[in-house]
Each structure stands twice: as C-alpha cells, then as structure tokens.
C-alpha cells in the first residue's frame, strides 16, 4: 500500500484510542526517566510498550489499513473479471489502463503489463482509438476515485461504463470497465 498522511484511512478509525493511550503512557514513561529512582522501571515500560506497539501496528493495524490505500483489492477484481468474461469474444484479454496514476502499484500487479497515462488527453484517446480498430472494445482502467468523473467525461459516449469496485475493496482506488 501507499501510505499518505493526508489520506483518510477509515478501516483503521477505531484505533485513534489506542494510539492515545500508548502516546499518553510513552510520554509518562519517557517523564518517568528523568527520575533516577523509576529509571529502570521506565525504561522497561519503553521497550515493552515499544515491542507490543510495533506488534499490533505492523500485524493489525497496516493490514487492516491495506485496502484503504492499496490497490490489491481492485486488481484482484480485475483478473475475477477477466476469468468470469473468458468465453466472451470483447473481453479476452481486456487490457488495463491506469488512468492518471503514477502509483507503482499498478505496474506490481499486472507484472508491467498495464498502459500508464499520467496525463491523458490525446495519447489516451490514439490508445483507444487503435483498440477499438482491431475489435477490442472492452478496456478496464484502475484509477482513484475522485478522477472517475474527470475519466467518464474523457471518453465521452460510450456503450456501458460501470465502476467494478466500490469502497469496501479499497477506498482510495477503483476499477471501471468501460465497453467503447
């Protein structure tokens, strides 16, 4: 996943108490130090609480983040696609398009197999414009999803436009699967 500190991250929203506690109990721990006769108690209540804090950050809280800010989710959702749509003759191998993201995640997924358009505009319409030539109308395009609004109006009409994910598979990206 990518992590932005500006991003909101909903499915970890019931740990902000948490996080408190263990900042409230660091912070005493670290007054506790200053006194020579607590110093050693204090500094166990560090390491501990250290250890017991990257525990849960890394083995619940991260994982539990991942699809707030993860694309897995959403290429998971795209290769079920893609599986489901085999025997269909517009959509066997319908390629994927990240649509103005420059996230790295996309090219992880798709082993390099994804087209980027950081910006868009000519070069995505010329890429359309050659699918749809050689009978490929079926194009998937993984972006986030404050851009699907700005992505419809790019590709103007088109036969069925259809956002394959919703919030719950990751609440950053989304897949959209478009019929040209």
Sequence with gaps: MSYRYDRRWPSTEAFAPTIVVAAIASATACLALAARRYRARAAMVLATGAALFSALLLDVYLVRAAPDGGQRGVFEAYYRSLASERGGPRANGAPIVAYQLNWKGENFYTGNNVAIFISSGTPLRSYL????????????????????????????????????????VSHEFTLVRAEL
């Design 129 to 168: 414009d050659a699918r749809k030539k050689r009978g490929e109308d079926v194009v998937y395009f993984v972006t986030e999803r404050g851009r699907v609004s700005g992505l419809r109006a790019e590709l103007g009409v088109v036969r069925t436009f259809t956002e394959v994910t919703d919030r719950a």
